[in-house]
């Protein structure tokens, strides 16, 4: 089992462990294999087979979901090169009070009924995310090519900031619908 409580979301899809999918292929390849295993083309079969094409159904669906997010499939990527992370890494203090700071902030908005602000502090976090993900394609592209384990390292450290980032997304958009 790896990260995404799955036994191997590239296998039960049959596509080779990279983090560069493309999009569109994985969508392609979802859905034929869909086609083949759906529960209903095993009407009329035993009882065991279509427990069987529900259960293959249900680990491509699993897996689909996992790899088209690039933070998760990071993660899945992470956990296949023996690096995992844990329920109580930690950060840079200097991050950690930025996070707290801005927490502060969000509350105040918060409290204050101010959207605005918290369309704004949302905002910047969500800019911070996308270069966060952004950032994870060239560093699985370095692989191979000298330090695996700094860059694997830095792999790590970018997911778990983006851990603590979408917890503040999360508190934001729980602040807009209010």
Aim: with cysteine.
């Amino acid at each position: 089992m790896n990260a995404t409580n799955l036994p191997d979301p590239f296998g039960a899809l049959g596509l080779e462990p990279r983090y560069d999918v493309d999009p569109r292929a994985l969508e392609d390849r979802f859905r034929q294999l869909s086609r083949e295993v759906h529960p209903d083309r095993f009407a009329g079969a035993p009882a065991s087979e279509r427990a069987a094409a529900l259960s293959r159904t249900r680990a491509i669906n699993d897996a689909y979901q996992v790899l088209k997010r690039p933070q998760r499939r990071a993660e899945v990527l992470l956990a296949r090169a023996g690096v995992a992370i844990g329920d109580r890494e930690v950060l840079e203090p200097a991050f950690l009070m930025e996070i707290l700071e801005l927490r502060e902030e969000l509350a105040t908005a918060r409290v204050a009924g101010d959207q605005a602000a918290v369309g704004r502090l949302a905002a910047v976090m969500r800019a911070r995310q996308r270069a966060l993900i952004d950032g994870l394609a060239p560093r699985f592209a370095a692989l191979g090519g000298g330090d695996d384990a700094a860059i694997l390292a830095a792999v790590k450290h970018d997911l778990i900031t983006l851990r603590y980032v979408d917890r503040y997304l999360d508190e934001c958009d729980a602040a807009l619908d209010e």
